[in-house]
């Protein structure tokens, strides 16, 4: 079945960059966009962007516009979230999610999901 | 952004009662409202999408109800393994964004 398997938790400095990856199996990699989202502390999930896995064209939230890069390797079946200029603020735990799309209906959602990277920012 | 207003935060209840958790969207979003499950140490999972579409194998006593701004998530006959995290997401227009977590807790 479809899986999305992440990256291990990673603690950076203030002022540095984090790149996560989200390796996919069981499913085609290029079918689907994969999206990527946060929860911070005793906050709610917070989406950040997502990536057109096929072409490559991405979106991202304007909270992150500048400070994130989502990108993939489709010889890896995989997507990447870069998030640079870290603040303790962006201590979190980041998912990233398929979209499932029904076209007819435009409805979507989020599945599957990985389990998430825990990043610690802490001087 | 359209903000997701879920509630309660926190619920306790006993295996075998029904329970409901209720989001509101700050701006009509037709049926595009996902309910999701997390448990600590697994990864979250859709439930419902479409408001009341029932996921692939997840078991008939999850249902959700609404459309436009008001929309509910229904736990019939609560199972130990449903206490839990439970989120909404509107899925409308990105920024998706999601209410504030309720967590069922056992009685």
């Known amino acids: 079945q479809a899986q999305l398997v992440q990256s291990g938790a990673e603690v950076k400095k203030p002022g540095a960059s984090v790149k996560i990856s989200c390796k996919a199996s069981?499913?085609?990699?290029?079918?689907?966009?994969v999206h990527w989202l946060r929860q911070a502390p005793g906050q709610r999930l917070e989406w950040m962007g997502w990536i057109n896995t096929g072409d490559g064209t991405t979106k991202y939230s304007l909270k992150f516009q500048g400070r994130v890069i989502i990108t993939r390797d489709t010889s890896a079946n995989t997507a990447y979230m870069e998030l640079t200029s870290l603040t303790s603020e962006d201590t979190a735990v980041y998912f990233c999610?398929?979209?499932?799309?029904?076209?007819?209906?435009?409805?979507?959602?989020?599945?599957?999901w990985g389990l998430g990277t825990l990043v610690t920012v802490s001087s | 952004d359209i903000q997701m207003t879920q509630s309660p935060s926190s619920l306790s209840a006993s295996v075998g009662d029904r329970v409901t958790i209720t989001c509101r969207a700050s701006q009509l979003i037709s049926t595009f409202l996902n309910w999701y499950q997390h448990k600590p140490g697994s990864a979250p999972k859709v439930l419902i999408y479409a408001a009341s579409s029932l996921q692939s194998g997840v078991p008939s006593r999850f249902s959700g109800s609404g459309s436009g701004t008001e929309f509910t998530l229904t736990i019939s006959n609560l199972q130990p393994e449903d206490f839990a995290t439970y989120y909404c997401q509107q899925s409308y227009i990105t920024p998706y964004t999601f209410g504030q977590e309720t967590k069922l807790e056992i009685k």
């Open positions: 069981g499913y085609t990699f290029t079918t689907y966009p």
């Open positions: 999610a398929r979209l499932m799309v029904v076209r007819r209906h435009a409805q979507n959602w989020l599945d599957p």
